[in-house]
């Protein structure tokens, strides 16, 4: 993907075995994974964190692009996340251009693309949705960072203070800007939330965004995982958390027309 900036970027596409290469008005699912700062691995195995197998069995493929801060990629887009106020924007905003990008090439309808992922791939999933509320079709944040001032407060404080450049006491409207637990309402996405009761990323601020998104007549559900910690770890957990993935985009990812 060229972007307008001049970027490129690489990007894999899983795809159902029986769906035409280049793709034609499929079903699609762009996925991060967590970090930032890990890398942007294929992990065989029914796994909804990294459903690249998962839901291309069920008829939908999965766009894993590599952006900011992951190995393998120069310093200069290492460090450009925590540049000036690039956090909770730079990756967001390359991650919609290249959702569009997909869209106009025809290898998706608008109506077709979705997005995933746990932890920050959670976070750029909810971000995504505040920040590009028409973008994507259909979400499903798991595990995610919503709030970076608790974040500061009881996690990776120095990380975080890096990332944002500063403490939330000097800079409290960054945090809030980049913070999408704050912004429910403003979410127009059909948004499936996990989230286990035992994360050390708070389990109240997951519902209080799924609250907000419903208050807003967005349509919205969550699961809480109990005794679950980020992410999940029971087999049985995981499959339960598949079938309502798969249950969730199938629902909102419109098939291809011959489908329909």
Not at 26 to 34: D, E, I
Not at 62 to 70: A, E, G, H, K, W
Not at 239 to 253: N, P, V
Request: hydrophobic share 35%.
């Amino acid at each position: 993907f060229t972007l307008a900036s001049g970027e490129q970027r690489q990007g894999y596409w899983f795809a159902p075995g029986n769906a035409p290469w280049p793709p034609v008005n499929q079903r699609v699912v762009l996925w991060q994974a967590g970090g930032p700062g890990g890398e942007m691995g294929n992990h065989w195995g029914v796994n909804v964190e990294s459903p690249h197998t998962l839901l291309p069995s069920f008829g939908i493929g999965v766009l894993m692009v590599p952006l900011q801060q992951r190995p393998g990629l120069d310093s200069r887009l290492w460090n450009q996340l925590a540049d000036g106020d690039n956090f909770g924007a730079v990756d967001i905003d390359e991650l919609a251009e290249i959702a569009g990008q997909v869209v106009a090439r025809g290898w998706a309808r608008a109506d077709q693309v979705g997005i995933s992922g746990c932890s920050y791939g959670g976070y750029m999933t909810a971000q995504s949705i505040v920040r590009h509320p028409q973008r994507y079709a259909a979400a499903n944040p798991q595990c995610s960072l919503l709030d970076l001032v608790s974040e500061f407060q009881t996690g990776y404080a120095s990380h975080i203070g890096y990332l944002q450049g500063a403490s939330p006491g000097t800079r409290w409207s960054e945090y809030l800007a980049d913070s999408p637990g704050f912004h429910g309402a403003s979410v127009r996405t059909p948004t499936l939330i996990f989230h286990g009761t035992q994360d050390f990323l708070p389990v109240g601020i997951a519902e209080n965004f799924y609250a907000d998104i419903r208050s807003a007549g967005t349509d919205a559900r969550i699961l809480r995982f109990v005794g679950e910690p980020h992410g999940l770890r029971n087999s049985a957990n995981q499959l339960y958390a598949a079938q309502e993935q798969i249950t969730w985009f199938r629902r909102y990812l419109k098939p291809p027309a011959q489908q329909q």
